[in-house]
């Protein structure tokens, strides 16, 4: 695999993001890997507990804007009709397709929600965009002092997938940052119960596989049951809707007129810029005031 690594102990699978230097950026062979990393988890007779993880100083910074908007940008032109001998182009955009795309991306996440195993995630750094779209389905969260979170992508270009934020932090806290886009230090991400817990940087390791192996000591049965009975509570308060129209609603918001500028002033100067141009009257993330 060249996204990830399988580690195995104790009846804890770890899956290692080892893409360091891009900061564990998503990219549609992060995607695949990772599904398939979990689909033979489940299969292991051996694995109790699946421990998601990262190398580097980020767990996952969210999607690649390298390719994620070069692929906007090279959607098809449809020619209209001439006028006065010139030709001219619309943008076209198919809306079902684009929910195919970004459900490929969906499917993937609350694998590890619907996964029969408990899932555990240790957070380092920066987990922030399409990285809450994915961290935030894990059953339980362990991140060190030093870790972020956050979805700047609120901000334009972009609305949560999976729309776990509801779910984790309930309506008032759900909307105090995603409306604003700030982010959340993980501290403060574990007093609002966002995440289980915020630990020393340097324990976060020996931290979250310890509790993994401590789950790890029940029978199978049980914690299939046991997270079975949790996860209903938000199942039945409109889970899976929630996430069709997160998935919908995250198209429409890339092919705005303000998605659409940020597309092409991502082409025009490069996607760290225009990142750091949305987000310096905010003061964060990348854009941190000193």
Not at 4 to 29: F, K, M, S
Request: hydrophobic share 40%.
């Amino acid at each position: 695999m060249e996204t990830l690594r399988e580690e195995t102990a104790n009846g804890v699978r770890h899956l290692v993001l080892c893409r360091a230097r891009e900061y564990n950026t998503i990219t549609p062979t992060l995607r695949d890997e990772l599904a398939a990393a979990i689909a033979a988890a489940e299969s292991d007779h051996e694995v109790r507990v699946i421990l998601l993880r990262a190398e580097g100083p980020a767990f996952c910074a969210g999607y690649g804007l390298d390719w994620s908007t070069a692929a906007q940008a090279q959607e098809i032109l449809e020619p209209e009709e001439p006028a006065q001998g010139t030709r001219h182009g619309r943008r076209v955009w198919d809306s079902v397709a684009d929910l195919q795309m970004m459900s490929s991306f969906v499917d993937v996440y609350m694998k590890l929600w619907y996964a029969r195993k408990p899932t555990v995630a240790a957070v380092q750094g920066w987990c922030i965009g399409g990285g809450t779209d994915l961290v935030l389905c894990a059953d339980l969260i362990v991140a060190g002092e030093g870790a972020s979170f956050g979805y700047p992508p609120s901000r334009v270009w972009g609305t949560p997938t999976t729309a776990m934020w509801v779910y984790r932090l309930g309506l008032e806290r759900a909307k105090r940052y995603l409306l604003t886009g700030d982010e959340i230090r993980a501290p403060e991400a574990a007093r609002m119960g966002m995440i289980l817990e915020a630990v020393a940087d340097a324990e976060l390791l020996a931290r979250a596989t310890a509790l993994g192996e401590r789950i790890a000591r029940l029978p199978l049965n049980q914690l299939v049951m046991l997270k079975l009975l949790c996860n209903q509570t938000a199942e039945h308060m409109g889970l899976a809707q929630t996430r069709l129209l997160g998935t919908l609603f995250d198209g429409i918001a890339r092919h705005t007129e303000e998605g659409l500028r940020f597309v092409r002033r991502a082409q025009e100067v490069g996607f760290r810029e225009a990142v750091r141009e949305r987000d310096d009257p905010f003061g964060d993330y990348g854009s941190r005031r000193k």
